[in-house]
């Protein structure tokens, strides 16, 4: 069974221009979290789907950054435009639907973002 | 609001001995808590976790890890550690009672010295 999978691994771009992270969780997985780690700091959550609809998205840092997940699969994360303290590394994750809060999540190998 | 505590940024411990890495959390209830780990250029993998029952849980490549309701704490332990236990050990913790998310420690430095 494959993992969840997460493009691209690495990502340079200057402040101002815009970037797109893709995850693709694990197969009939209905939820789907994006967390992020910042300057080795603690991981932070940012939003979770249900399926095709955000559950919450109350970690989500501005109004820059816009995540959709079309069709309930795959999810895609989009800063626009990027800032140098977006800079960090992106986690994907998902779990089982029906997951009342006992479920492990499973997670992506992550984004590494970096804005010059 | 729930948080965790890591209170080590780095433990070194030497190949061979028991190694521990420490844990503690807040929630306003019940607790789920969990273990993962991150290898070099590798993604966040599951460890083990606390639902309910007993305190002393077991998990992947011989790891265990305590709960500990009075001390409201969940370190994870080994005894007897190996070099390829190197690694960045997070704890992450959600309120039974509230929304899905984990929220994270941040991170210990585990190195296995040989």
């Known amino acids: 069974e494959a993992g969840v999978t997460q493009f691209p691994s690495h990502s340079v771009i200057e402040k101002g221009q815009t970037v797109t992270l893709r995850c693709d969780p694990i197969?009939?997985?209905?939820?789907l979290y994006w967390y992020r780690r910042v300057m080795g700091k603690e991981i932070k959550f940012l939003l979770h789907f249900v399926k095709e609809s955000k559950q919450d998205e109350s970690g989500m840092p501005n109004n820059r950054f816009l995540a959709e997940r079309t069709g309930g699969t795959y999810s895609t994360l989009k800063v626009q435009p990027a800032e140098l303290e977006d800079s960090g590394v992106y986690f994907c994750?998902?779990?089982?639907?029906?997951?009342?809060?006992?479920?492990?999540?499973?997670f992506g190998q992550g984004t590494r973002l970096t804005v010059v | 609001a729930q948080s965790v505590a890591q209170p080590e940024d780095q433990v070194n411990v030497a190949e061979g001995n028991p190694l521990t890495v420490k844990c503690t959390y807040s929630v306003s209830g019940n607790p789920y808590l969990f273990w993962y780990v991150q290898y070099p250029n590798r993604g966040l993998q599951f460890l083990l976790k606390y639902i309910t029952g007993d305190n002393l849980v077991k998990g992947s490549y011989g790891f265990e890890a305590e709960f500990n309701k009075s001390q409201t704490s969940f370190h994870l332990k080994k005894p007897s550690a190996l070099v390829s236990d190197s690694a960045l050990y997070f704890c992450a913790v959600r309120d039974k009672g509230s929304a899905r998310q984990l929220t994270f420690g941040s991170g210990t430095q585990l190195t296995v010295l040989p």
């Open positions: 994750a998902s779990s089982q639907g029906g997951d009342r809060g006992n479920t492990e999540a499973f």
């Open positions: 197969s009939g997985h209905d939820n």
